[in-house]
C-alpha cells in the first residue's frame, strides 16, 4: 500500500496535480527598451548609465539609499540591506551586522566572507587592483575585519565622515566569494552572482540582457518573472514598440515627444530631473593646450538656450560642480557665464588663428547630444572657434589612441550629497581626466594644489574647513576649465498604465518588490 501511496503521489506530481507549488507562474514577463548595453556587468568595473539601470537589481550594498522616500525620488535617507544595521565605532571604524539567511543566486549563503571578499583592496582600490575603476570611490577605505559569520568591522584609512553614504553607492555591491574566485573575473562579468531580486539569465550582444525573477530575494517575491532590457537605439522606434505593446517601459524620452506619448490612452510618462550632470571634456592637447582657450570655449554656451530649445526648461544647469542637495552646497557660488565677448578676447589673447578642434560624440548615447553638438557648434562658430563634429558609433572610437579628439561629452553622476560622491572622484588625482589610460597627452595636469585641496575634503572632518577647500577646489576648476557643465538633464520614462514603477534621481532602475507593482497587485 505505501508503495502504492508513492506512485500515485509521483503520478500526480507528473500530472501537475499538486498544489500550489507547482502552479504556473503567471507573474509578467517585463521589456524595458533601452538605448545601449554595457559591455560587462561586473559590478565595480562598469559603473556608466547603461549598465547601473541593470546591476542595481542584481546587487545588494550593505546599506540602502532610500531614494524614494521624497516625492522627487533623490532622498539620501539610508536604511537596512545587507546589513541590518550598523555602528560606528570611532571616527574611522563601522561594525556592521548582517541579516542571517540572505541568498545568493547560486543558492549560497551571504556571510562576512563575502563582504570582506567584495570590498578587498586587491579587487577595486589597492596597488595594482584587479578592476581599478573602484579606487575613486573606495578611496578612504583600508580593509575589512570579520568579526563572525554575520559581523564585518570597515576600517578607513582616514576620518570618513560619510562614510555610510559611501556604503549605500557605487562600487559598494557584494558579490559572491565562491562564484568570483572559482569562475574569474572574465566569467563573472557575463554571469554575474548577487543577492538582489533578479538573476541572469541569457545575454545577447548588442541585443538584449534577460534577467529572471531570484524567488529567494531577502526582500521578498520578485513582482516580475523575468525582465528584458532590450536595444532599440532609436527614440521612435522605442516609442512605436511602446505604443504597440511590445514593450513595458521605455527610457530616454525626449522632452518634445510627452504630449505625443500622453495622447494614448494606456501609456503614461514619469519624469526626474537626474543627479547627473551633463559635461564637456577638454583635453589638453592641440589648440586646447592653452587654457584660454578652454575658457572660451565654456564661455561661449548659451546653457539657457540650451535648455530652453532642448528640454522645455524642465532642467537646469548647476552653479559649479555641485548640487543644491549638498550638505555643504555653495549657495553663492558663481553660476556658468556666458560671455562670447569676453571668449573672443581670450582667443585673440592665445593667439588662436581658426585651428581645427574635434569634437568626438558617441550616436544614442546621451539623450539630445548630438541636437546640443549642432546648437554649441554654431555658437563656438559665432566666436571664431573652428569646432568639427565627429558623430560615432560608440566609445572606443571616440577614444582611439590613434584619431584626433579635443573634446568630448560625459556625464558626471553626483553619487552621493557631496563633492566625494563626484567633483572627487571624477575630477581628482585618480580620475581618468588626470590619469587618461590611452594617451597621456589627453590629461588634465591638475594644479598641485587643486588635488592638496581635494585632499582635505576627503580626509577633514570639520564642516567649514571642508567647505572652505572645496570652494577653492573650485575656483581652480573653473579656471583651468578642463571641461565644462552644460545640464542636468530631465530623464523621461514611458510605461504602460498598468505598470506601477517610479524612476529615482540616479541612472539606477529599481525593480524591487516595493517599486513594482502591475495592475495594482504584487507577490
Known amino acids: 500500500m505505501r508503495v502504492f501511496k508513492k506512485a500515485l503521489a509521483a503520478a500526480a506530481i507528473a500530472l501537475g496535480l499538486t498544489a500550489p507549488a507547482l502552479a504556473a507562474d503567471d507573474r509578467p514577463d517585463i521589456v524595458v527598451a533601452v538605448n545601449s548595453l554595457p559591455g560587462s556587468l561586473e559590478s565595480i568595473e562598469e559603473m556608466g548609465n547603461v549598465a547601473v539601470r541593470i546591476t542595481y537589481s542584481m546587487f545588494d550594498s550593505l546599506i540602502r539609499r532610500d531614494f524614494l522616500a521624497n516625492e522627487g525620488g533623490s532622498s539620501s535617507k539610508l536604511v537596512p540591506s545587507i546589513a541590518e544595521s550598523w555602528t560606528k565605532i570611532d571616527d574611522r571604524t563601522m561594525e556592521l551586522k548582517l541579516r542571517q539567511g540572505i541568498k545568493f543566486h547560486n543558492g549560497e549563503e551571504l556571510t562576512s566572507d563575502d563582504v570582506v571578499f567584495s570590498l578587498n583592496p586587491g579587487r577595486g582600490y589597492g596597488y595594482n587592483p584587479l578592476i581599478g ?238 541636437e546640443a553638438a549642432q546648437a554649441m557648434q554654431q555658437m563656438w562658430k559665432d566666436v571664431g572657434l573652428n569646432v568639427k563634429l565627429e558623430p560615432v558609433e560608440n566609445w572606443s572610437q571616440v577614444t582611439d589612441k590613434n584619431g584626433t579628439v579635443n573634446i568630448r561629452p560625459w556625464s558626471n553622476t553626483h553619487r552621493m550629497p557631496d563633492p566625494i560622491g563626484s567633483f572627487v572622484p571624477q575630477w581628482g588625482k585618480d580620475s581618468e581626466v588626470q590619469k587618461n589610460k590611452d594617451v597621456e597627452a589627453r590629461s588634465w595636469k591638475a594644479p598641485a594644489e587643486f588635488n592638496e585641496l581635494q585632499d582635505t575634503i576627503v580626509s577633514a572632518t570639520d564642516m567649514e574647513v571642508r567647505q572652505d577647500a572645496y570652494r577653492k577646489a573650485l575656483d581652480i576648476w573653473m579656471d583651468e576649465a578642463p571641461g565644462t557643465m552644460l545640464y542636468n538633464p530631465l530623464e523621461t520614462y514611458a510605461m504602460k498604465a498598468s505598470v506601477q514603477w517610479r524612476p529615482v534621481s540616479l541612472y539606477y532602475m529599481d525593480f524591487r518588490p516595493y517599486n513594482l507593482t502591475i495592475d495594482g497587485k504584487t507577490n
Open 133 to 370: 575603476a573602484a579606487r575613486r570611490f573606495m578611496l578612504t577605505l583600508s580593509h575589512v575585519e570579520p568579526i563572525d559569520k554575520y559581523t564585518v568591522r570597515i576600517v578607513s584609512k582616514e576620518p570618513d565622515v560619510l562614510l555610510d553614504q559611501r556604503l549605500a553607492g557605487y562600487a559598494m555591491w557584494i558579490v559572491n566569494a565562491k562564484e568570483y574566485m572559482l569562475k574569474g573575473k572574465e566569467y563573472f562579468a557575463r554571469h554575474p552572482v548577487g543577492t538582489g531580486p533578479y538573476k541572469m539569465d541569457e545575454w545577447v550582444d548588442g541585443e538584449f540582457v534577460r534577467l529572471v525573477a531570484h524567488d529567494d530575494y531577502f526582500g521578498g517575491k520578485p513582482t516580475a518573472k523575468s525582465i528584458t532590457f532590450k536595444v532599440v537605439p532609436e527614440v521612435s522606434a522605442r516609442i512605436a514598440g511602446l505604443v504597440s505593446g511590445e514593450y513595458d517601459i521605455i527610457v530616454n524620452v525626449p522632452p518634445d515627444q510627452v504630449p505625443v506619448l500622453r495622447g494614448y490612452k494606456d501609456v503614461k510618462v514619469s519624469s526626474v530631473v537626474l543627479d547627473n550632470t551633463h559635461m564637456l571634456v577638454f583635453f589638453n592637447n592641440g589648440p586646447l593646450e592653452d587654457k584660454r582657450v578652454r575658457q572660451a570655449l565654456s564661455l561661449s554656451i548659451d546653457r539657457a538656450l540650451l535648455r530652453e530649445a532642448l528640454w522645455e526648461n524642465k532642467n537646469f544647469t548647476p552653479n559649479g560642480h555641485q548640487l543644491p542637495s549638498y550638505v555643504m552646497y555653495i549657495k553663492d557660488y558663481p553660476e556658468f557665464e556666458y560671455n562670447p565677448d569676453k571668449a573672443r578676447e581670450l582667443l585673440k589673447e592665445a593667439g588662436y588663428n581658426g585651428e581645427e578642434i574635434v569634437y568626438k560624440l558617441p550616436l544614442n548615447y546621451y539623450l539630445l547630444s548630438m
